[in-house]
């Protein structure tokens, strides 16, 4: 009891609610709208996905590492290169656990798969990927009252249901306020090229952002992309392994009636495995930056700090089992299933 | 699919990206560091070996000193146990050398000393028969015959020899 009413902790917890509720006063953010596809960014007068943006980050970023980390081999390693001795021998040694002889063969593969995820998750929690981009008249059926600061637009989070979409630079007809209160510059924007932005029936220009980076993994063509290569190679190793005997596996005319059935469920689940991999990864990712959102909208300090710490974890987690599964298909498809009637 | 944002040529964009990545990857990150890792461990493996092979030869020069401290030892021993019977030897042949010609210093002092002693005694008799004689004549004043004298020499003899 009197360890609940210590005047340290007493004092902690308003202190804690004090910073959530003033939080919630002075800096609301604004809830970005939510899509799943991805953003078209205009980067040098080309339209393009913010998650292939993203993903060119996570690959530069890796290849920076990359470099420094091989830079100036040592026999006795220090920095950099003994943290990038470390993930790589950690790695290599669970593919050697798994694959055996192959490992050589299969560890490039698993290991771009599990540090390409896990950069472009992780680089989807640092501060300004989401939120830096272009402000853009909306195209959608919600705007943001826009506010200059300095030679950029801000987005506040004061939202405006439009009547109508209209085309891109169109006639837009201000609507009524969802939200009133002046709230402070949450969603930093890049200037507006053009300045034909609608105005509310006040005056002020409505906008939404288009932010130059978004999670690659929220974007189901990446998770895609990972699963296709990634079941491609299962089934070019296996077929490598076992020759046309691979294909039995599928077509099995020896098993009768039932091992035809069994067979055709085993072409079904390959499909399915494409599937699950990409929506396995989609779906936590995508779900983890709403989240993210959600919490940074609705109580905009200290509340979300505890869920970023979760999406960290996700963020790996994920990566791990996209690598480790693919590893795992691998070794599993290199195996002839015949053999145990 | 639309809905969802597939988009065939964002997703070959994402295709070919990861390829390139991993190309890449496998050229400046794996196989260096493979390398490195492999180079290392055959180092190690050298250096365990080295090191098991320089004990092997401590070993081996310790055990080869320790060989020949022993026999130096032991030959030395056997010198000394040579030298040792020689002097015990050479001791007793002096010995016993010195001991025969003491024995036969005294068998010839003391055969010397019998000779001499009889000497003496054959001196003396003559001696004293003459000088007897000589005052026998004196006081009898006449000579009396020779066997005579020698009759009268040897009762005095033996006279002079029971009174002593």
């Known amino acids: ?341 | 699919m639309e809905a969802l944002g597939f988009n065939a040529g964002f997703l070959l964009a994402q295709i070919v990206n990861f390829v390139v990545l991993l190309v890449l990857l496998r050229m400046f990150l794996y196989r260096p560091i493979l390398n490195m890792l492999e180079q290392r461990r055959e180092r190690i493996r050298e250096s365990l070996e080295a090191a098991e092979r320089a004990r092997q030869e401590v070993v081996q020069s310790q055990k080869a000193y320790e060989d020949e401290l022993a026999k130096a030892r032991r030959e030395a021993q056997q010198i000394i146990e040579r030298a040792r019977e020689a002097a015990e030897r050479q001791k007793e042949e002096i010995l016993a050398e010195a001991r025969e010609q003491a024995r036969q210093l005294i068998a010839r002092a003391e055969e010397e000393i019998a000779y001499e002693r009889q000497q003496a005694m054959a001196q003396l008799r003559e001696e004293v028969a003459q000088l007897s004689l000589e005052i026998a004549q004196k006081v009898i004043g006449h000579a009396l015959s020779e066997a005579e004298h020698r009759q009268l020499i040897r009762q005095f003899l033996a006279e002079v020899g029971e009174s002593r």
């Open chain 1, 1 to 341: 009891m009197s360890r609940v009413l210590n005047p340290k902790v007493v004092a902690g917890v308003v202190l804690v609610l004090g910073a959530i509720v003033v939080g919630k006063l002075v800096a609301p953010a604004a809830l970005p709208g939510i899509q799943l596809p991805a953003e078209m960014v205009p980067i040098l007068g080309v339209r393009v996905p913010n998650t292939l943006l993203h993903t060119l980050l996570a690959d530069i970023t890796l290849l920076i590492l990359a470099f420094l980390a091989t830079r100036n081999m040592k026999e006795i390693p220090d920095g950099l290169q003994n943290f990038a001795e470390w993930v790589i021998e950690g790695f290599y040694g669970l593919t050697e656990d798994i694959a055996g002889d192959r490992a050589r063969q299969w560890f490039p593969l698993v290991m771009t798969i599990f540090l390409l995820v896990l950069v472009a998750n992780w680089w989807e929690l640092v501060p300004g990927v989401d939120s830096i981009g272009v402000v853009e008249p909306p195209h959608g059926s919600k705007g943001f009252v826009l506010a200059k600061v300095g030679p950029l637009y801000a987005l506040t989070a004061q939202g405006v249901k439009l009547e109508y979409a209209g085309e891109k630079g169109g006639e837009m007809m201000g609507g009524e306020a969802e939200k009133s209160g002046e709230g402070a510059a949450e969603e930093a924007g890049k200037e507006g090229k053009e300045e034909g932005f609608p105005t509310t029936e006040d005056g002020r220009p409505l906008g939404v952002l288009v932010p130059f980076l978004r999670a690659s993994a929220t974007d189901l063509n990446f998770t895609l992309a990972l699963a296709l290569i990634s079941m491609a190679m299962v089934q070019y190793y296996g077929i490598q392994a076992l020759g046309m005997g691979y294909f039995t596996k599928f077509i099995n005319l020896k098993g009768g009636a039932m091992g035809f059935v069994v067979g055709l469920i085993e072409t079904i689940s390959e499909f399915a495995k494409i599937i699950s991999f990409s929506f396995r990864l989609f779906g936590n990712i995508f779900a983890g930056q709403v989240l993210l959102f959600i919490m940074a909208f609705l109580l905009p300090w200290l509340v979300p700090v505890p869920f970023y710490g979760l999406e960290l974890f996700v963020g790996l987690i994920q990566a791990f089992i996209f690598a480790v599964l693919t590893l795992a298909f691998l070794a599993n498809a290199v195996v002839a299933h015949d053999d145990h009637h």
